[in-house]
T-cell receptor
């Protein structure tokens, strides 16, 4: 059974640029959630996708958007990057149960 | 509003028992999770409480009181490798809200 994978591991961007982060869910999981984790803080819920539809959204502006594909992998897109977007971005997958399995994360640095 | 509160830091001795508390005020509730997160790594699942009471899983136990908006994670026979952040999270309608985490340091 393959776990949750994310790419890239690290990324450096400048203010105003756009970024796409990718996540492959664990085998058998149909739900993907994305989180932003700033240093020393708990993860903050961005949104969740279930069977290719957005299924819930946290308090993030519209420049944070996402997609889920038929194979249940997912992308997180962030437009017009700001310095405060620097964080660890975590993807978690789950099946119909609530338990979520996290990927290793993508560390985004915005300069 | 939604509030999930945990102590910022705790210290305990190897072999001892430690209790990490979590209080929450959320607009809805479907369950409460505890996760462990080592520095630089992703959170890993520890426990899930839906109903009131104690859930035991080896050296780890988690307790929930929904009427009090309160949970705790109990770690027994502490080991050095238990040094990590412990995250309390409330699940509600496809939305998982995390506390800021409790950084636990286990000393010899």
């Amino acid at each position: 059974e393959t776990g949750v994978t994310q790419s890239p591991t690290h990324l450096i961007k400048t203010r105003g640029q756009q970024v796409t982060l990718r996540c492959s869910s664990q085998s058998g999981h149909n739900t993907v959630s994305w989180y932003q984790q700033a240093l020393g803080q708990g993860p903050q819920f961005i949104f969740q996708y279930y069977r290719e539809e957005e299924n819930g959204r946290g308090n993030f502006p519209p420049r944070f958007s996402g997609l889920q594909f038929p194979n249940y992998s997912s992308e997180l897109n962030v437009n017009a990057l700001e310095l405060d977007d620097s964080a660890l971005y975590l993807c978690a997958s789950s099946s119909d149960r609530a338990e979520q399995f996290f990927g290793p994360g993508t560390r985004l640095t915005v300069l | 509003g939604q509030n999930i509160d945990q102590p910022t830091e705790m210290t305990a001795t190897e072999g001892a028992i430690v209790q990490i508390n979590c209080t929450y005020q959320t607009s809805g509730f479907n369950g409460l999770f505890w996760y462990q997160q080592h520095a630089g790594e992703a959170p890993t699942f520890l426990s899930y409480n839906v109903l009131d009471g104690l859930e035991e899983k080896g050296r780890f136990s988690s307790f929930l009181s929904r009427s009090k908006g309160y949970s705790y994670l109990l770690l027994k026979e502490l080991q050095m490798k238990d040094s990590a952040s412990y995250l309390c999270a409330v699940y509600n309608n496809n939305d998982m809200r995390f506390g800021a985490g409790t950084r636990l340091t286990v000393k010899p």
